[in-house]
């Protein structure tokens, strides 16, 4: 026989409070599993893939949510001492172990991680960063009509500034749905 003292309890990865009049309240995730696109993409399984890549030394994935509500997940990676990592190189990498809705937007090679005062990454530092990378302003008289049309549209569909005509429309962050 079935009853709330007897239920089964189940753990989700989700956090939640109790309010008074037995309602929940959902604060959030207490694994790393975010929603990209519709699909459940775990991000400890990701960072763990990246990091057995042979010429990195450490790896970071931080979501973003963009003003849309679309969820953009950003990998940042430290490479082996004098090895230099292409975004492409890892992108491909990853196709051969992961899902392509999987596989993150956009890949920042960096010097250091970023700590908090208790010893964890910074997410949020990293996140800094990339808003001050793309914070550059394009020389628009060295464009031709067409160049200049182009790097609008990306500005739009990337809902950010571009910082080069001349990147991979993909590596810049775009996917399959922005087409």
Not at 33 to 40: A, L, Q, S, T, V
Not at 113 to 130: D, E, F, H, M, W
Not at 134 to 151: A, F, P, Q, W, Y
Request: glycine residues 4%; proline residues 4%; neutral net charge.
């Amino acid at each position: 026989r079935w009853s709330e003292a007897t239920a089964p309890l189940y753990l989700t990865g989700d956090f939640a409070r109790c309010l008074p009049d037995g309602r929940f309240i959902f604060l959030g995730r207490r694994d790393a599993e975010i929603k990209i696109r519709g699909f459940k993409v775990n991000l400890a399984l990701i960072e763990a893939i990246l990091k057995k890549h042979p010429l990195l030394k450490n790896a970071v994935l931080t979501p973003e949510i963009l003003e849309n509500q679309e969820t953009r997940l950003h990998a940042f990676y430290l490479s082996q001492d004098g090895e230099s990592v292409s975004a492409q190189e890892l992108r491909l990498y990853l196709e051969k172990e992961l899902l392509h809705y999987m596989i993150p937007s956009l890949f920042h090679e960096i010097q250091n991680l970023p700590y908090t005062a208790t010893g964890k990454i910074n997410r949020q530092a990293l996140l800094s960063l990339v808003k001050a990378e793309h914070s550059g302003v394009i020389d628009n008289s060295l464009l031709t009509e067409t160049e200049k049309k182009l790097l609008n549209l990306w500005q739009i569909v990337l809902n950010r500034p571009a910082s080069s005509i001349h990147q991979n429309f993909f590596d810049l962050g775009a996917n399959s749905l922005h087409l």
